[in-house]
């Protein structure tokens, strides 16, 4: 009977543990069900897209390099399949783990990883160099379908970007940005009113 079961979709792929709450529910004869909390996991069972990597070159010109690379979800960290291993990446045909003093970190809830070159050791250009990967697998464990992934730009860094701005009440504006800040002062937003409103 369709009345006795409710179907929830959700907007985005969701995976790990989850709780969800039903109260102020009745049956056709009016009886109320008790506040109930059921708990429940989530299998993420898609495999990685190389679509969702992208990689930034911050302090270029300051002697340690530092590139970020985001998968767009979790990501293993331990394992043969780990984001760690620095043999994984490779730069204008050189393997990371080839360079003297190189470093990996995962970062973001292991989203990301921050990679540190010397750029004595090693200088990326972002206007010629790209990176490959080789296969990674999610936290879930789901593995890049391809031996790795195609050519990747490395974009620089110049300003943050805005990646929404969304008025959510009569006083209140949520500001999205490309990247994440450090330090910042409430003086460093400004908001314009057009002169007509």
Do not use: C, H, W
Not at 7 to 21: A, K, P, Q, W
Not at 40 to 55: H, L, N, Q, W
Not at 157 to 170: C, H, I, M, Q, R
């Amino acid at each position: 009977d369709d009345s006795e079961v409710v179907t929830l979709t959700f907007d985005e792929d969701l995976s790990g543990s989850y709780s969800i709450v039903v109260q102020k529910v009745e049956d056709l004869a009016g009886n109320a069900i008790s506040k109930t909390t059921v708990s429940f996991e989530m299998k993420d069972t898609t495999d990685p897209d190389e679509g969702d990597i992208s990689a930034k070159l911050y302090d270029a010109g300051k002697g340690i390099q530092l590139l970020k690379v985001s998968f767009g979800e979790a990501v293993a960290v331990t394992g043969a399949f780990s984001v760690l291993d620095l043999d994984k990446y490779e730069i204008d045909g050189t393997n990371l783990s080839d360079v003297d003093d190189v470093t990996i970190k995962a970062v973001d809830s292991n989203k990301a990883v921050e990679i540190r070159i010397p750029e004595e050791e090693f200088e990326i250009n972002v206007a010629t160099d790209k990176l490959v990967i080789a296969r990674y697998a999610d936290a879930a464990g789901n593995k890049l379908p391809a031996f790795a992934t195609g050519k990747i730009d490395i974009d620089g860094f110049d300003v943050v970007e805005f990646k929404s701005v969304e008025l959510t009440a009569g006083d209140t504006v949520v500001v999205t940005l490309k990247d994440k800040l450090t330090t910042f002062k409430a003086d460093d937003f400004i908001l314009y009113a057009d002169t007509s409103d």
